[in-house]
């Protein structure tokens, strides 16, 4: 239930469902495992688990939700050699040159001849939105997978206009600015890695681990013109993060006084304890964002 990262988007205009709305057009795309001759399923579970939980999560203006995905293990190198057997069989059989339209029919046939015997893999993707704040958090480090799940709510619910925040002040600047001035904020404190980039699309990359931030190594690299593209921290005692340029928050790990403020509840009811752990972490995070924001400067509008 606790996220490990964090994509934030902003809700253009109020979400105006209610959880037991969203649940009925979620519904219309509740998983269901791949067929035989299926490559990718998505669909919605619930998200506090159990076969028969309901799909959306609601607690105190948030709604969560589930998103699994499954799909078929097929190897290219397979499918490569594959091909090549049968254009090399082709090709010598009947005595003439296989072109690239054929190659992939060809392709598409072997894919579709060996899905139904291709190991498949499982992954779940979190999600919850703020209908207060105006926030929907995504715990993918991966902006294709924090995509997938918003463009499948997108297909459920018709229209879901979201947008990336922006900022008025660089992240890449401030974190520099953090580690060059060592000013960093009061509620916030260094971690032990970063990734130090050039400027431009070609620049180095140096990327820390295990060091003091603020040693003459990593400033040298500094005074030598490469800025902070990311930046390990821990806020306020609740929880250590690294926050990347582009304001996700990766890697969470939420400080353990903070994980045990349910253990009051009882062990058998893991429904109660998993609404208490999402209200918890829900909190931390909405009061993050807001932080991060107003360090780097405000929203732009």
């Known amino acids: 239930m606790w996220f490990k990262n964090i994509r934030a ?56 939700v589930k998103l699994k995905r499954e799909e078929k293990l097929l190897p290219s190198t397979v499918v490569r050699e594959l091909l090549d057997e049968k254009v090399a069989e082709i090709e010598t059989g009947q005595a ?25 893999r499982s992954a779940s993707v979190y999600a919850y939105v703020d209908t207060r704040a105006n926030w929907v958090f995504v715990d993918a480090a991966s902006a294709t997978r924090a995509e997938e799940l ?22 890449v ?16 404190e260094l971690g ?43 806020w306020d005692e609740r929880l250590q993060l690294v926050l990347a340029e582009d304001l996700c928050l990766r890697r969470l790990k ?14 058998g009811d893991e429904a109660a304890r998993m609404d208490a752990d999402f209200a918890l972490m829900a909190d931390a995070i909405g009061t993050l964002q807001e932080r991060i924001l107003t360090l780097f400067g405000g929203e732009a509008e």
């Open 9 to 64: 988007y902003r809700l253009t205009s109020p979400f105006t469902l209610t959880p037991e709305q969203l649940a009925e057009q979620l519904a219309q795309r509740a998983f269901t495992p791949c067929a035989k001759s299926q490559a990718l399923a998505l669909g919605w579970v619930p998200p506090l688990g159990g076969e028969d939980g309901e799909l959306v999560h609601a607690a105190a203006g948030r709604m969560l």
């Open 96 to 120: 003439r040159k296989v072109y690239r339209k054929e190659r992939l029919n060809l392709k598409d046939e072997i894919i579709q001849d060996c899905l139904p015997r291709a190991f498949t």
């Open 150 to 171: 918003l463009n499948l709510l997108r297909e459920c619910i018709g229209s879901f206009p979201v947008l990336l925040p922006q900022v008025n002040s660089a992240p």
């Open 173 to 188: 600047a401030v974190m520099t600015g953090w580690l060059l001035h060592r000013n960093l904020p009061q509620d916030f």
């Open 192 to 234: 032990q890695e970063c990734e130090l980039r050039e400027p431009g699309e070609e620049g180095g990359v140096v990327r820390c681990r295990g060091v003091d931030l603020l040693s003459e190594e990593v400033e040298t690299h500094l005074h030598a013109g490469k800025q902070v593209a990311r930046l390990s921290l821990g």
């Open 254 to 267: 939420f400080a353990d006084e903070l994980m045990k403020e349910n253990e009051d509840i009882a062990e």
